[in-house]
């Protein structure tokens, strides 16, 4: 049971360049969300899905996009990268979105835009 | 001003210590409180949650609401060096779905 997995751990990219974080859970949890943590800012909500077909825009979407196809998988696909999305970038999964339903986490990646 | 606030810390105190953790809220509306904990380069975990005003026990933590004050608190007794790490509040508010996490605070515990 690996839980939420994401990929790559770590990526630098060029201003303009695209690319698709991965993310995938295994615990058949109908919940997905991607979040972004900047230092003094905490955790910011990008996009969530509430299950297979259905997404929706957090707190900061712009400049990402993402669908969900699978139960189990969750891109975030940034467009056209800009130095302002530098951050450590969360996946979290759960049954779903409640005060005792936990968010379980990945380690993140952690993105450098130049 | 944002909805939850939590100061960034860092807090530095030595093995034993009692370690108070705080975080303030704008919204009565918001309904449960929850601390989730974050090791270095790892993902944040649920610590414990809590709905109620008053004190949830859980072990050597406490989580404390005052809904009139619109104020959080973890308290960890006999503090560790295993609990070296970034506490984050997060309020939700089971009206709107929404989950909001404070800014985390920095422990380390020598």
Redesign the interface.
Known sequence: NAG?TQTPKFQVLKTGQSMTLQCAQDMNHEYMSW?RQDP??????IHYSVGAGITDQGEVPNGYNVSRSTTEDFPLRLLSAAPSQTSVY?C?SGPS????S???????TRLTVT | QKE?E?D?GPLSVPEGAIVSLNCTYSNSAF????WYRQYS??????LM?T?SSGNKEDGRFTAQVDKSSKYISLFIRDSQPSDSATY?CAI?S?NT?K?I????TTLQVK
């Open positions: 939420v979040y003094g800012m905490g955790l910011r909500l969360f979290a979105i409640s005060y005792n936990p968010l379980h986490f990945g380690n993140g | 939850v939590q960034p309904q449960y409180f929850m380069r790892k993902g944040p975990e649920l949650y709905y984050l939700f089971g779905g989950l996490f404070g800014q985390g």
